[in-house]
């Protein structure tokens, strides 16, 4: 990543660590993370203005265009399901911002739901980029080979497929990943012949 991504990056920042400003996290809490793959570098902060709704920055690299976006990013907590084991979740995402280059506009909109307990989980999000008029979708099945309680490392398997719909053509991939999580630490990697796979989150 060059300079003046890093440099956009912090300026970012900057301007919102003074907002009360994954998807949602607790009221006041903030969140940092990073996710690498073969096609972008996404890069985002945010605050949880309450208990539903996260703000924050998101430096959004598209690898495959070379084009970087400045942008604001949204996450609201539209409904919870909570059981005494487990626990369901539907997220409404959004981002607004501009391209670095040109200053034109751009955006995305998704949902995301999740379903888990201590053992597995479920996920399925969909995301539109209007730059290049994509939609991608992100399936996961995961579990977890044993449970700890929550003073000790937990460990998931992942099988992450993300398909591509753009210009009437359809693209997927499927990549087996491990999610590392701690206390306020959380980290994912995996790969296959082709893609990698890359997230580092932190809240505090």
């Known amino acids: 990543m060059g300079k003046e991504i890093i440099r956009l990056f912090l300026i970012t920042i900057f301007l919102l660590s003074h907002l009360f400003s994954h998807p949602v996290i607790f009221k006041g809490g903030k969140v940092f993370?990073?996710?690498?793959?073969?096609?972008?570098?996404?890069?985002?902060f945010g605050t949880s203005q309450t208990s539903n709704w996260l703000i924050g920055g998101r430096l959004l690299e598209d690898r495959n265009l070379n084009e970087s976006f400045v942008l604001i990013n949204n996450n609201y907590l539209l409904k919870r399901w909570n059981a005494p084991n487990s626990q369901a979740n539907i997220y409404l995402l959004s981002s607004v911002g501009i391209n670095t280059k040109d200053n034109k506009e751009m955006g995305t909109f998704g949902i995301?739901?999740?379903?888990?307990?201590?053992?597995?989980?479920?996920m399925q999000m969909m995301e539109y980029f209007s730059h290049n008029e994509s939609w991608v979708s992100n399936t996961r099945l995961s579990v977890s080979p044993y449970t700890v309680d929550y003073t000790k490392m937990s460990?998931?398997?992942?099988?992450n497929y993300e398909a591509t719909y753009q210009d009437d053509e359809y693209s997927s991939t499927l990549i087996p990943v491990v999610?590392?999580?701690?206390?306020?630490?959380?980290?994912?990697?995996?790969?296959?012949?082709?893609d990698i796979f890359l997230t580092f989150m932190i809240h505090f």
């Open 33 to 44: 993370w990073v996710t690498q793959t073969l096609n972008y570098n996404d890069i985002r």
């Open 112 to 122: 995301h739901g999740d379903w888990e307990n201590r053992r597995y989980m479920v």
């Open 155 to 159: 460990v998931w398997l992942i099988a």
């Open 179 to 194: 999610r590392l999580f701690k206390g306020n630490y959380l980290i994912e990697f995996g790969g296959n012949d082709k």
